[in-house]
Nanobody
Framework: QVQLVESGGGVVQPGGSLRLSCAAS????????MAWYRQTPGKQRELAAV???????NYADSVKGRFTISRDNAENRLYLQMNSLKSEDTAVYYC????????WGQGTQVTVSS
């Protein structure tokens, strides 16, 4: 069974940075499109950033220029570097493999607050 385990969440002040990591196992990671989604209470889960097997990336307008998605195919790891964090970035962040009908991690909480 595919496993996706997120880490790196926490509490940070506005303007700060965090780096999320997702460890993937039992998956052909190097050929799989990977993504980070986020969700706040009462709202639908939304795509934050996506990276294809070839390294092409795309970002939600709300995070463009502040977040960077990357992958290490040798280590089967996905990353999300988040800079210049804002209070509206507060959410549970989920690692995803293979799109909406694919596989999900358990999520990691990111709280941006002074």
């Amino acid at each position: 069974q595919v496993q996706l385990v997120e880490s790196g969440g926490g509490v940070v002040q506005p303007g700060g940075s965090l780096r999320l990591s997702c460890a993937a196992s039992r998956i052909r990671f190097s050929v799989t499109t990977m993504a980070w989604y986020r969700q706040t209470p009462g709202k639908q889960r939304e795509l934050a950033a996506v990276i294809t097997s070839g390294g092409l990336t795309n970002y939600a307008d709300s995070v463009k220029g502040r977040f960077t998605i990357s992958r290490d195919n040798a280590e089967n790891r996905l990353y999300l570097q988040m800079n210049s964090l804002k209070s509206e970035d507060t959410a549970v962040y989920y690692c995803n493999a293979g799109g909406g009908s694919g596989f999900w991690g358990q999520g990691t909480q990111v709280t941006v607050s002074s």
